[in-house]
C-alpha cells in the first residue's frame, strides 16, 4: 500500500466553525457514507486560522473516517472535487494516492468489499452468491500488511 500514496496519511483538523457561510468548508463527520461522500454534509470552515488550508482536499483524496460509532469507523470515500476550498476534520484520515500507480477509483470500491473486523483483528471480505434462486453470504478472511503506518500508532 506504501507505494501506492504519494505522501503519508494524515489526520485532518477540527477547528472551531462559524455558523454563517463564508466559500470555505470543512466535511462534516456524516459526510463519509456507506455510499461514498455526502456532500450535504459540510459546515463552514474559518477564513482566520490559516491552519485550515494545510488540510484542503484535493481530487484524488481519498478519506477514511478513524473514529464514530462501530458501524461507520472505516467509512471512506474519495474526493472528486465536489466541493471548493473543502478541508476534512481531525476524525478523518486522508490518503493521497499516488495516481501513477492506482487509479482512485479502484482504491475506492476495495473499502465497499473489505471491512475491518476488529474482533479477529483482519480485514474480512463479504460476497453474496446466487445459485438456482438461493441466496447465501461467504465470507473469506484476508491478514494485509498495508506496509505503512497509521497517524498516532
Request: charged letters at 25%; glycine letters at 6%.
Amino acid at each position: 500500500m506504501k507505494t501506492l500514496l504519494s505522501q503519508p496519511v494524515q489526520n485532518g483538523y477540527s477547528p472551531v466553525c462559524p455558523e454563517e457561510p463564508n466559500g470555505k468548508w470543512i466535511l462534516g463527520l456524516g459526510a463519509l457514507s456507506d455510499f461514498g461522500l455526502d456532500t450535504t454534509q459540510i459546515k463552514p470552515a474559518p477564513v482566520d486560522d490559516s491552519k485550515v488550508d494545510n488540510f484542503l482536499l484535493r481530487p484524488g483524496d481519498f478519506l477514511v473516517s478513524r473514529s464514530n460509532t462501530r458501524d461507520k469507523v472505516g467509512r471512506s470515500a474519495l474526493f472528486k472535487g465536489e466541493i471548493k476550498n473543502c478541508s476534512y476534520p481531525d476524525l478523518m484520515m486522508r490518503f493521497r494516492i499516488n495516481e501513477t500507480t492506482i487509479y482512485p477509483e479502484f482504491l475506492e470500491m476495495v473499502p465497499r468489499r473489505f471491512k475491518w473486523n476488529s474482533s479477529k483483528n483482519l480485514w474480512q471480505y463479504s460476497a453474496k452468491y446466487w445459485h438456482e434462486e438461493k441466496t447465501w453470504t461467504a465470507t473469506r478472511y484476508c491478514y494485509w500488511d498495508w506496509g505503512f503506518s497509521l497517524p498516532g500508532n
